[in-house]
């Protein structure tokens, strides 16, 4: 059975930092590409960042060069450093699971139950 476990969420000022974390067990990580998503209350889920079984990472612009995304293979875990944190990235993360196909349109199979990310101004 495949779980995906996200931690790290919580409560942080502006200007901030969180990381979050994803374990998976059922899956090797390694052989999928993982994305962070998030989303807001009343707004629809959007992609924030991604891993590709290589390596190569990708970002949305909202939060690209504030967040950093990797993996520990050894530890079956991917990882999403949020730097600068802004009060619009208030949201659930969510990590997930999948196969390649582009970013932002990749087919995503596995989904953990999400993290609160809260940033207060």
């Known amino acids: 059975q495949v779980q995906l476990v996200e931690s790290g969420g919580g409560l942080v000022q502006a200007g901030g930092s969180l990381r979050l974390s994803c374990a998976a067990s059922?899956?090797?990580?390694?052989?999928?590409?993982v994305g962070w998503f998030r989303q807001a209350p009343g707004k629809e889920r959007e992609i924030v960042a991604a891993?590709?079984?290589?390596?190569?990472?990708y970002y949305s612009d909202s939060v690209k060069g504030r967040f950093t995304i990797s993996r520990d293979n050894a530890k079956n875990t991917v990882y999403l450093q949020m730097n600068n944190l802004k009060p619009e990235d208030t949201a659930v993360y969510y990590c997930?699971?999948?196969?390649?196909?582009?970013?932002?349109?990749?087919?995503?199979?596995?989904w953990g139950q999400g993290t609160q990310v809260t940033v207060s101004s």
């Open positions: 997930a699971a999948g196969v390649w196909s582009g970013f932002g349109s990749s087919r995503y199979n596995y």
């Open positions: 059922g899956l090797t990580f390694s052989s999928y590409v």
């Open positions: 891993i590709r079984s290589a390596g190569r990472t």
